[in-house]
């Protein structure tokens, strides 16, 4: 996986010492209430998270140059929502970002730059991205990356108590990647 540089981020392979920054933001419950995960409370927890990381290879830290901190992860997993296009080289985008970066465009900022890395260097088909109904925050981003709204489907989600939502799936063919960025 090459590392991305952005204006203001770099996102880059995840390294053994950034668990600390990590555990900063799963640990945070506003992370877990938006992406429907359960609150990692044990840092070593945060340590077993960083060597999956590591062991998988798709997932970026998000880092802050300006401050050298790990602020996020964008992962890339491979992942076909559409049963129908299983035969595309697609991959599914999935982001979090430490509530105290929320609102300066760092998501958009690393998605978009992931779009253009996945389409332009590696060659994919077909982009997905979602989020659940209640979070506007990531539709908003999602919105702004040029995604388009695809199909829902229910899920529930364990780690909020067995709530049932609504997961909104979008996805961004290489060819309207090509009309947006042209």
């Known amino acids: 996986m090459n590392s991305i540089e952005t204006h203001r981020l770099l996102l880059r392979g995840w390294m053994d010492d950034d668990y600390l920054d990590l555990h900063e933001f799963i640990s945070d419950i506003r992370v877990g209430q938006c992406s429907g995960q359960r609150i990692v409370k044990d840092i070593e927890e945060s340590k077993i998270n960083i060597k999956t990381y590591i062991m998988y290879n798709q997932s970026y830290a998000i880092v802050l140059k300006s401050e050298n901190k790990v602020i996020g992860s964008i992962g890339m997993d491979d992942i076909a929502p559409d049963k ?11 982001y979090t970002l430490h509530p105290n970066y929320w609102g300066n465009g760092y998501a958009s900022e690393s998605i978009r730059f992931l779009i253009k890395y996945l389409f332009e260097e590696l060659h994919l088909d077909l982009i997905w991205s979602s989020h659940y109904d209640f979070n506007i925050k990531s539709k908003r981003v999602i919105d702004k990356s040029g995604f388009k709204y695809k199909f829902s489907r229910d899920k529930t989600l364990y780690a909020l108590g067995n709530r049932t939502v609504k997961e909104l799936f979008y996805s961004s063919h290489k060819n309207e990647y090509s009309e947006l960025y042209d």
């Open 84 to 94: 129908e296009l299983e035969n595309l080289n697609q991959r599914y985008i999935g």
